[in-house]
């Protein structure tokens, strides 16, 4: 399969392709669809049905040429529009990437994880606690909206992980909560967007002002397809409804998922 590029005025034909490492994928069934998250961008693709499945065969060869899921038009048109979607690049080397990551299925819970359709109500904070938790969405807003939108996601993920290198010992769960709690108060009152990306984000950083770690974790869940933002402790997550466990981690700082890239495409 011809892949031609524009390159500098010259014309570079590639013969491979591979997903760059902020791509990840989670694979929610064959009745569902293969999710595909760019943590670059923040933008969500999905692929459904013989797309999904040609994409899982794809990641383990990077030649579109082998694939047999999709006749060759259907299969260089795909590769056309995730290229140009930024989910696939071009190389000149066979450079296969992780397959994507099993999800988890959707199973009827019989109302023992019932989605929570509000908050509750947030218990009391310490001033001393909001100013920190305020000042930490802040710099998360900033950190966000600063710069090319393309690049957002991207942006927070750094922010989290210089965050988590400044801690040096676990957070307990009550220490987790507070900072949760604090933040969530704070974005009540924020105008626009401050869910859950930002809200992790933000607890993250207050327990790093304290020297104090824990996961934040970015997934995505099933029928209908949605994805979400929480942190954890060693003991679990941190003020969320039991329908958390429904979630499969995709990124997580520090990175304790199966499905990360560790390949350097040859371009």
Not at 28 to 35: H, S
Not at 160 to 179: D, I, M, R, S
Request: a positive charge.
């Amino acid at each position: 399969m011809d892949l031609s590029a524009e390159n500098a005025g010259s014309s570079v034909t590639y013969l491979y392709v591979t997903a760059p490492s902020d791509i990840a994928a989670c694979d929610l069934g064959a009745d569902t669809a293969t999710v595909l998250v760019n943590y670059r961008t923040g933008d969500v693709h999905t692929l459904t049905d013989e797309s999904a499945r040609w994409w899982a065969e794809l990641s383990t060869t990077g030649n579109p040429a082998s694939t047999s899921v999709l006749d060759s038009q259907s299969a260089s048109r795909l590769v056309n529009q995730l290229r140009a979607a930024g989910l696939l690049t071009g190389t000149t080397q066979p450079c296969p990437w992780p397959a994507p990551i099993p999800g988890k299925p959707w199973r009827l819970s019989f109302g023992t994880q019932e989605s929570q359709a509000g908050r509750a109500p947030l218990p009391h904070v310490r001033v001393r606690a909001l100013a920190g938790g305020a000042l930490a969405v802040a710099v998360v807003l900033l950190t966000r909206h600063i710069g090319r939108r393309s690049t957002s996601m991207a942006r927070l993920l750094r922010l989290l992980t210089w965050a988590h290198h400044l801690g040096n010992h676990p957070a307990t769960p009550v220490q987790a909560e507070q900072a949760v709690n604090a933040v969530r108060r704070v974005c009540l009152l924020v105008p626009g967007r401050a869910a859950c990306l930002e809200e992790s984000t933000a607890a993250v950083l207050l327990l790093a002002a304290y020297r104090l770690q824990v996961t934040w974790c970015h997934g995505v869940a099933a029928d209908p397809i949605r994805l979400h933002a929480w942190v954890e402790t060693d003991h679990g997550p941190v003020s969320e409804p039991a329908s958390t466990t429904r979630y499969t981690p995709l990124r997580t700082i520090p990175n304790r998922t199966k499905g990360d890239h560790d390949h350097q495409p040859e371009r």
